[in-house]
Every structure is written in C-alpha cells, then in structure tokens.
Nanobody
Framework: QVQLVESGGGLVQAGGSLRLSCAVS????????LGWFRQAPGKEREFVAA????????DYANSIKGRFTISRDNAKNSVYLQMNSLKPEDSAVYYC??????????????????WGQGTQVTVSS
C-alpha cells in the first residue's frame, strides 16, 4: 500500500511563496508518476503540475506556469511544489497523487491510484 502525506500549506499574502511537500511510501518511488492537483470550494479538482518517474519530465497547468515548480527527491521519497507569486485564486486544498503507470496521462486525475489527504493553501489579497 502506497501512502502519501502532504505538508506545507498555510495562509500567505498575495505575492508570497509556499513550498508544499509530499512524503510517499513505497519501495519503487523513483518510478512513480507524481502529480499535484487542487480543489477550491464549489469547483472541480484541477491539475496543477506533474513529474514522471522515468526521465523526470514535467508538465504544468497554464494558470501556474512560470510561478510554480514541481520537483522530486528520490532519496527522500518526496515530491515538492514550490509556489511563488501566489494569487488569491490559487487558494484551494492541494493534493499530491502517485501512480506506477509509466504511460500515465499526467493531467488526468482519475488515472492516479494513490492520493494524499490534502493540505489547505489560502492566499489573502
């Protein structure tokens, strides 16, 4: 069983930064596709960023491109989301997700088998 635990959320002013972390259990972490998604009240869960295990290629939603950076540390079984220049519209619960499928469509939330419990990010104006 793969378990994911997010941390690093909180309250920040617009223009500020936060770094989310997600610790992932599992013996083959380096092969996992890892994604960050978010869900604001009354809205559907949306793709934010993802990184593949093989090659480490990344993908970003247009709304956050240039402001957020996803990275992974295979030695620590962790994935990170560095969020800069935060805007009030970035406020949401942020979830990390993992899957062992190397051909996973990174932007499709339904493809990820494992999910964390989420961490709240609130950006004040």
């Amino acid at each position: 069983q793969v378990q994911l635990v997010e941390s690093g959320g909180g309250l920040v002013q617009a223009g500020g930064s936060l770094r989310l972390s997600c610790a992932v259990s599992g013996r083959t972490f380096s092969t996992y596709a890892l994604g960050w998604f978010r869900q604001a009240p009354g809205k559907e869960r949306e793709f934010v960023a993802a990184i593949r295990g093989r090659g480490g290629s990344t993908d970003y939603a247009n709304s956050i491109k240039g402001r957020f950076t996803i990275s992974r540390d295979n030695a620590k079984n962790s994935v990170y989301l560095q969020m800069n220049s935060l805007k009030p519209e970035d406020s949401a619960v942020y979830y990390c997700a993992a899957d062992v499928n190397p051909y996973l469509l990174l932007r499709e939330s339904r493809g990820y088998e494992y999910w964390g419990q989420g961490t709240q990010v609130t950006v004040s104006s």
